[in-house]
Each structure stands twice: as C-alpha cells, then as structure tokens.
C-alpha cells in the first residue's frame, strides 16, 4: 500500500475529513505509538503537522491507569503555549477511533539526529539549547505534568541550530499522586531513570534525569552508560553503574555546566537538583561550553 492510499484508508471518517480538507506533503519520522505526516491545508495553504496515535498501543497504555482519568495527548498538548513547545492546534478523533493532533509545522532538525551526524550547527550552540530545553520542561512542570519522555528524539532545532522545540506529549501525566505511584514502566530507555525501571515512585525529578542524559549527551555526543537494548531492561545500568564521567569525555568543559549536568542524572532522585528552575540557576552565569 502506498502512502496515499494508507493516509486514505485512515481517514475514511465521519467526525473529520482529513482527505478533503488536506494535501500530504511527506510522511515524516514516526514514534513509537504514531505516524506523522506533513501536511498542506486547503483552504490556508499552511503547512501543518498531523500526528495520527497508533489505537492499540494508546488503548494499552490507557490500560494502565484504570480507574483514574489520564488527559488524552491531544488535551495536554492543547495547554501548552511557550516559544519553545510545539503549538498545537487542534485534536479529536476518527471513526476509527484514533486520536489526531494537528500541530505547528517546524521546519529543522531532529536532535537525535543532528547528535548522530555530529551536525556543526550544533557547535558553539549547546549551552543555549540546553536553557532552551530546560525552558521548555520548566514551563511544562509548572502546568503541573512530567513529561516522561525527554530526549533528543522529542526536539526539533531549527536549521541554523539556534533554537528549539519540545514535540511530543504521548506519555505525559499529571503530576499528581495517583500517577505517581510505582509501576508505570514507559519511556525512552536509554533516557529512562532509574525509578520507572525499577517501579518505584516517580516526580518531576524523574523528568531531570531524561533532560541530564539529553544534556550530556548534546555535549559529549555519547550517552553517560553504554548503549543498551531497546527495552526499559537498559535502564538497569542506570542504578548498577557509574555513568561516565563528562570531563574525561569533554576535557575542556565548562566546570559548572559539567557538575549541573551530573547533578541531574544521580542515581537518588534526592541527590539531583529539586527542579529545572534550580538547575538553570547552577548554570545562570554560564555563556560558553568551554571553561573560561
């Protein structure tokens, strides 16, 4: 089956008419419980992101928190308004009874793969994304979620690698005690803490250990602990292991941003900084990766 023809076998839908009121454009990277497509609308011409949710593997994720009132992506997406959260605009659902979210369309880069490519956009610009980063995850804890999936996979920079943008809100929950409790294994795994591998309670800080691995990371262009499998079974090392060191890695970091960056990703959630907003203020005064 084509793209065409798949884009228009999912949208056969009388509560939105997806075909009528859009042209694909491409069918862009998708995760791990969507597809997304670029698209073009009709009657404005704009260019649009168009996220379709993958119905069996949200159903299973819903499974979860049986019993409690999780908000759908599409309703905390909708929340959120900051320069560096991706805007959404509108969602629902097809007669399938797939959720869509339509969004902003950025047209850059994705991290992860700038971080592969060892992109030069990136060099002299790390220290600026990563405030952007903890604006963003700020601002999202403050509207009283924890992400739960920060990594590099979940930012789009722009081309000229200045600025970014916070994409994705597929395993969001409210910050609150009833989500809070131990056993909800999901995330990215080599991002995950080691208090969701090990099902014990989570908070926002388990959001500061993702954003100190993504943070590591965009500086060293390798993950603190070796590359593991493609289940939360690689967050293990997380706890059974000391991460690297990002001064061996990056010899001529900054010294505040090395040690703020280490903070984050303790083992013991009481040993990281108590929130985003405390850790910008480690690194206020910091303009450079390089140590003055």
Known sequence: MNILDKFKSLFKSKHLDIASRFTIEREAVSGTMSEFFVVREHSTGKM??????DLEKQDFFESRFEGRTRPKE?????QMHHPNVVETFEHGYLATGQQYIVMEYIDGLGLAAM???????LVGNQVDLINQ??????????????????????????????????????????????????????GTPNYMAPEIVRRRATDQRTDLFSFGVTAFRLCAYELPWPVGEG??????????????????????I????????MSCIEQDP??????VTAFKNLIRDVKSIDQA
Do not use: W
Request: net charge negative.
């Open 48 to 53: 649009l992101g168009l996220k379709i949710l």
């Open 74 to 78: 599409g309703e905390i997406s909708c």
């Open 115 to 121: 971080i592969l490519d060892n992109d030069p956009k």
């Open 133 to 186: 980063m903890a604006d963003a995850l700020e601002y999202v804890h403050k509207q009283e979620f924890i992400h739960r999936d920060i990594c590099p996979r979940n930012f789009i920079v722009s081309k000229d690698g200045k600025m970014l943008k916070l994409i994705d809100f597929g395993l969001t929950l409210p910050a609150t005690p009833e989500f809070m409790v131990p056993g909800n294994r999901t």
């Open 231 to 252: 289940t939360g079974l690689a967050a293990l090392n997380h706890d059974s292991m000391p991460p690297k060191d990002i001064f061996e890695l990056c010899p001529g």
């Open 254 to 261: 900054n010294e505040t941003l090395g040690k703020a960056i």
């Open 270 to 275: 009481n040993n990281r900084p108590d929130s």
